[in-house]
Each structure stands twice: as structure tokens, then as C-alpha cells.
């Protein structure tokens, strides 16, 4: 009944193990790995290279075959076995449990902020297109939206954690407080993600902004509007269902995939303000050569992302008429 | 021939108008050109009154003058006055916000060139029509009985067509269901800008029976605005032509079609394209229409009229009475039956030499 569907399901199940697979074959390419490194440090540490051979020999397995190592990576993967992360010491999986959430609390909460803020100051825009506010707040999201992320941050962590001490400049959440639904704990929580936050929707919302005012504009010149009006409707009906919502439609898709994007940007976000998410795991993946955890981070990010464009294709036909899943005969 | 025993005037009237316009213009700059300059007429009670112009004429902005509802930002000046059925006359451009928003679509409707772009393509066309009511407070059940009934004398499938979004119905569909959401209010008024335009020609013609139709059932009043001329003339009971922002020419269908005294209407005829006629025997207009921003002086016209001489070139004609209800913007309107001869019509119709008439 709908091909649709099922093209959609079957395009995003493809793009994930075509994932997998090039991170098996990316991380069988990086020269060196584990015994490299094991035998420089026991070189670095003046051992006899007869005994750092028999110590690499006792190390080294018998080689397998590609296909064979493919097909028990995938098989692990599957039942969610990710490995072990070779510098915590601790499961991988166990790793990304413990921190996704506060990655997408962060991420999700800041895009779903900066979305609310790009649709009403773009329509705010429009309905005042050409006027002196107009002109300021375009200009003003231009200059936000050119800014970094990562710049706002850091400025954030010198001048507002460092020099006035009004936020904190590191963790999730302060020493001592215990995670559950307590108001201590959630404010908390709020306290030490309001930077982070902050910077993301402050340099991403000008862009957006820009974005609902043009759709905006163009859907005020349309003929409907015109004629809604002339049909009596109240100017707040014609806002919301005429001009709102044919304007923010197209904002949709882009809503989702920024999700996935931001919660693959937290790579950097979470290193300035040292915030333990996924993004934070990655670095130190990065640094400590960790390629289990390097590996089960860069899949649950590039997931993400294909998750969020796979919920944008399944859900636009619902709130746009006009995209009946696809494959469906014309009605008339 | 000489002017002085030419009666003119400043418009054509008619015995039972319903709407009058009276030097109606818009501008948008403040006065310094016109897109529409000092158009008077008179809609009267029940007719069909077809206003026939080029692109860029002003004819949209005619009906847009009519509801008040010109583009922002543009200036409406002049009087509308309409005269409903029972109770005092009103004008138009008077009117408060609210009172204007209750005139609006309960006593005179609008028909926009081009449905497909009049609804809400995130709506349902049952929301449109449910919508509208409520806006006017309305009970929406008998509303809606209405607008079952008005679907069907346009037949369509009021069920169908009403739980349908505008993308799932035809041109013609949308054109014909835009018709009946116009008439749910059951406007005493319909003004129809270019209604058919987007419409191919087997199209246009079915809906302009429908048209003629619902005027005799729902007893209304339309003008019908449109660059087609042979479309309109099988409609309208009267004709109006516009020309640079002005009304140039008035009369009943017939007149108009077979006497008609403008020699812009006159080279209007005869360029009509016509299937039947050799390619020989089209006659462009020369020259193309003066732009609001550059509009000579005098009559609008002159630069293209063969029959231009000094008057025309400063000072605007009024509407000289051809005959009857019949009035032309033109110096030099007896002059044109014999310069411009009107290649549709063929010898049988021209036994009276047209110069004679009245």
C-alpha cells in the first residue's frame, strides 16, 4: 500500500550499513593501531626487543580474513556490542548510554529554541518588512549567523564562567547532585547547559530567522492572503493558518536535519565547555587512539542524522497536504 | 462635421444602478500618474456588465476599486456608491474597517484571476468555506447546505470536492469551487477578474454558461472583467472598454460589437484573432499602450489613432452619446465608422452606412 514507506525505511537502513561498513574499512586503512603503539612504548621504555617480540607475539592473533572479521563486527554491532573503549576501560555502549542524553537534551532543546525564535522574530520581519526594526534585526541575525559556534563559546567561558563567574564553565551538572526528577537536579542540569545552549541558538536562529522572513513575504504576496482577507478572516487567523503555516513548512525538514547536524557539532561545543556528551567522547576518542569508542561514536552520530531525515520524510506528509506519500495516484 | 451639436458627458448612466462609480483613480505615487484615472460608471441592477481591456489597462484595478481593495500601497480616491436592495445607499470608500469587512463578500464577492493560487493550499476547501461563514457569523450548517447546492449547479460532487485540498482538483474545478465559495454568502454583487484566463477554451466556454446560469437563479449582478473580447460578448449585456487607465467606451453588447465608435474599440475588433479569417486579415494594433509613468496628453490614445488632430492631443475627451446608452471618449467618434472599417461584420450588416445612424 505504500511504496513510500517502505522506500524511505529501506534508503535509510542502506545509508546506515554503508556507514558501518566504510568505518570498518576507515579504520582498517589508519596505519598503525594498538600493537604499533604497544610495542613503541615498550621501545620508548628500553625493553629488549627479543622480549618485545615475544610480548607483541602473545598479543598478536592469527590473521582472519577480511569477510570473516566483517561479518563479526556487524554480528556484534547488531546485538549492540560495540566493543570496549581501550582508555575508559568500560563497554562502549556503556559510554554512549550514560552521555546521548545529555548530548540530544542539549542539542534538541537548543534547536527547538532557536526554531521558536527564528519563526516569530522572521515573521515579526515580514509583517514589518522594510521598516527600521526590519532592517536592524536582519542585519543583526546576519552578524550572529556569521559568527562560529565554537568563537561565541569560548567567549561565553572567559567572559561569563572565568571573569564574572555568573555560569559554570565545565560538567554536566555540580558535584553532589544526584540525577532524578528533582527540581535541584533539573535545574541544575538547565544551569550547566545554558551556555552551550546559548551559543548554539544565538549563532544558528539569524539564519533561520532570515529564512521565515523570506517565506514569509513570499506568502504574504500570494493570492490566497489577499483574498482571505477580502473573505472577512480575523488578521490572527490569517497569521497563524494562512502565512504561519505555509511559511514554516518548508522550515520543517531543515528543523530535523539541524538536529542531526548540531548533535554531530557537539564534538567541538562539548570540548570547550568540557561537557561530558558524545561529542566530548569523540575527542578523547580522537586523542587516545580509542577506536572502539571512536568507532561506536562516529555510528551513533552519522545514525542520528539519518534517523532525523528519515522522521522528516515519514512525518512531512502529514503536516503538508501536498506530499500525500508520494507514490499514491492523484485523487482526480 | 462639427462638435457643437454633440451631446457629451461625464458618464453613461443607467435607471437602477447598484453600484456607481464616480471618477474613481488609484495612484501610487502620490498623484503624479494614474493606474486608474477617473473611471465613472454605473452597474446596474441584474445585468452583466463586461469590461474588456488590454494587459496593463487598469481593468484589475477597477474591481479591486470596487471591494476598496486595491494594493497596498496604493491610493483610492473618487466615490463608489452602492445601493442595496432595501435602505440607504453607501459609499464604499467611507466605510469603517468593520462595516467594510461585512460589505465585503456578503454584498459584493470577488472571483480572482487565477484559483489556483486563491486557496490555502494547506487547507481543505470544506475549511474555506466553514471559515468564511464563521467569519461573518453565519450559521455554518445552513451555510453549508448552501454551498453543497452551489457545487452542484456547478457540477461538481459537493462531497468530493469539499473534503478535497486545492492541489487534488483541476483548473476547472478550482475555478468553478472558487466560484461557489464566492457566491456562499449570497453576494448581491459579483466582480469576476479574468475568471477564465488560466482555462482552456472548452473550459471557459462551459463556465461561462454556468455563469449566465447562476445569475438567473441567484439573481446577481456581475461585472466581468477580461481581455477576451468574442468571450465576453456572448455573456455581457453591456460593454465597457478601457484604455490607459480610462473608460473609453460604453454601450450595450450588440451596439458595441456591431457600431461601435472608439477607434480604439474599432482596431480592438478587427485585431481579434479570429479562426475562420485568413492570416491576412489580422490587424494588429500599431504601437503598443502608454505606461502609467509616460501617459501623453490628452486623449491617451492619440499617439496610434489615425483620426489624432490638435484637439486630441490636449484635451481628454468626455463620452460624446453615439446613441442611446451608447457613449464614447472620442473627438472624432463619426469620423471612425468611415476610417475604420469593422472587418467582422460582413456586407449584409453594413447596408445602412454607420455614419447615418441616430
Redesign the interface.
Known amino acids: 500500500m505504500n511504496s513510500y514507506f517502505v522506500k524511505r525505511t529501506g534508503r535509510a537502513i542502506l545509508t546506515i550499513w554503508l556507514v558501518m561498513t566504510l568505518t570498518f574499512g576507515m579504520i582498517r586503512l589508519i596505519p598503525g593501531g594498538p600493537i604499533e603503539m604497544l610495542r613503541a612504548r615498550l621501545i620508548r621504555q628500553g625493553v629488549d626487543p627479543s622480549r618485545i617480540d615475544a610480548i607483541v607475539q602473545t598479543y598478536k592473533q592469527d590473521p582472519t580474513p577480511v569477510y570473516v572479521e566483517y561479518y563479526e563486527y556487524v554480528t556484534s554491532l547488531l546485538s549492540g556490542n560495540m566493543g570496549q573503549s581501550f582508555y575508559y576501560q568500560e563497554p562502549v555502549s556503556a559510554l554512549i548510554v550514560d552521555a546521548l542524553p545529555w548530548t540530544v537534551f542539549v542539542m534538541v532543546t537548543a534547536t527547538i529554541l532557536l526554531f521558536v525564535i527564528a519563526i516569530l522574530l522572521g515573521a515579526l520581519m515580514a509583517y514589518h518588512e522594510g521598516t527600521a526594526f526590519d532592517t536592524a534585526a536582519s542585519s543583526a541575525s546576519i552578524l550572529l549567523s556569521s559568527i562560529p559556534f565554537y568563537v561565541l563559546a569560548i567567549g561565553f567561558v572567559v567572559v561569563l564562567s572565568y571573569q564574572f563567574g555568573l555560569f559554570p564553565a565545565r560538567y554536566r551538572m555540580s558535584p553532589g547532585v544526584e540525577p532524578g526528577f528533582t527540581v535541584q537536579f533539573l535545574s541544575n542540569a538547565i544551569y550547566h547547559a545554558a551556555l552551550p545552549i546559548a551559543s548554539v541558538v544565538l549563532t544558528q536562529a539569524g539564519l533561520q530567522a532570515l529564512a521565515m522572513r523570506g517565506n514569509s513575504i513570499q506568502v504574504l504576496g500570494?493570492?490566497?492572503v489577499?483574498?482571505?482577507?477580502?473573505?472577512?478572516?480575523?488578521d490572527r487567523?490569517i497569521a497563524v493558518?494562512?502565512v504561519g503555516?505555509?511559511a514554516i513548512?518548508p522550515m520543517y525538514t531543515g528543523f530535523l536535519t539541524l538536529i542531526g547536524f548540531n548533535i554531530g557539532g557537539s564534538v567541538i561545543l562539548e570540548q570547550v565547555f568540557t561537557y561530558p556528551g558524545i561529542g566530548y567522547y569523540m575527542y578523547q576518542a580522537l586523542i587516545n587512539r580509542d577506536y572502539a569508542l571512536m568507532m561506536g561514536v562516529f555510528l551513533i552520530i552519522t545514525t542520528t542524522l539519518v534517523v532525523s531525515v528519515y522522521i522528516a520524510d515519514l512525518t512531512y506528509g502529514l503536516i503538508?497536504?501536498?506530499v500525500q506519500s508520494g507514490g499514491q495516484s492523484?485523487?482526480? | 462635421m462639427t462638435q457643437s451639436h454633440d451631446q457629451h458627458t461625464e458618464h453613461i448612466a443607467v435607471d437602477d444602478p447598484i453600484i456607481e462609480v464616480r471618477d474613481a483613480s488609484v495612484t501610487y505615487d502620490e498623484g503624479t500618474s494614474y493606474v486608474l484615472d477617473g473611471v465613472s460608471l454605473d452597474l446596474g441592477r441584474g445585468e452583466i456588465l463586461g469590461v474588456v481591456g488590454e494587459s496593463g489597462s487598469g481593468k484589475s484595478m477597477l474591481a479591486s476599486a470596487l471591494l476598496d481593495a486595491v494594493p497596498d500601497p496604493g491610493l483610492l480616491s473618487g466615490t463608489i456608491e452602492y445601493h442595496p436592495d432595501s435602505g440607504a445607499a453607501t459609499d464604499i470608500l467611507e466605510l469603517d474597517t468593520e462595516d467594510l469587512r461585512a460589505l465585503r463578500w456578503e454584498e459584493i464577492s470577488m472571483v480572482f484571476q487565477g484559483a489556483m493560487s486563491s486557496f490555502n493550499p494547506t487547507m481543505s476547501l470544506r475549511k474555506h468555506f466553514v471559515e468564511t461563514l464563521e467569519a461573518h457569523d453565519e450559521d455554518v450548517e445552513a451555510g453549508m447546505d448552501r454551498a453543497h447546492e452551489l457545487l452542484e449547479d456547478l457540477y461538481l460532487e459537493p462531497d468530493r470536492v469539499l473534503s478535497s485540498y486545492p492541489h487534488e482538483l483541476s483548473g476547472g474545478m478550482q475555478q468553478r469551487a472558487l466560484i461557489a465559495l464566492s457566491l456562499v454568502l449570497e453576494p448581491e454583487v459579483l466582480v469576476m477578474d479574468e475568471p477564465t484566463a488560466a482555462l482552456d477554451l472548452l473550459m471557459q466556454r462551459s463556465i461561462l454558461l454556468l455563469l449566465d446560469d447562476l445569475k438567473e437563479k441567484y439573481d446577481l449582478t456581475m461585472l466581468f472583467i477580461t481581455h477576451d473580447l468574442p468571450l465576453v460578448a456572448a455573456l455581457a449585456d453591456r460593454m465597457a472598454i478601457m484604455y490607459a487607465f480610462r473608460l473609453i467606451e460604453i454601450g450595450q453588447t450588440e451596439e458595441i460589437i456591431n457600431h461601435a465608435a472608439h477607434p480604439y474599440t474599432r482596431a480592438l475588433l478587427n485585431s481579434t484573432p479570429n479562426l475562420d479569417a485568413p492570416l491576412e486579415e489580422m490587424r494588429p494594433i500599431e504601437g503598443q499602450s502608454p505606461a502609467p509613468i509616460n501617459m501623453p496628453d490628452g486623449c491617451a490614445y492619440h499617439p496610434r489613432c489615425p483620426l489624432a488632430e490638435d484637439q486630441c492631443r490636449t484635451e481628454v475627451p468626455d463620452f460624446h452619446i453615439v446613441a442611446g446608452d451608447h457613449g464614447s471618449a472620442c473627438f472624432n467618434w463619426r469620423e471612425s465608422y468611415d476610417e475604420i472599417e469593422l472587418v467582422h461584420l460582413d456586407d449584409g450588416e453594413r447596408a445602412i452606412p454607420e455614419g447615418d445612424r441616430q
Not at chain 1, 489577499?226 to 480575523?234: D, E, H, P, Q
Open positions: 500570494e493570492d490566497f489577499r483574498v482571505a482577507r477580502l473573505r472577512g478572516l480575523s487567523r493558518r494562512y503555516r505555509n513548512l503538508d497536504p501536498r492523484e485523487a482526480y
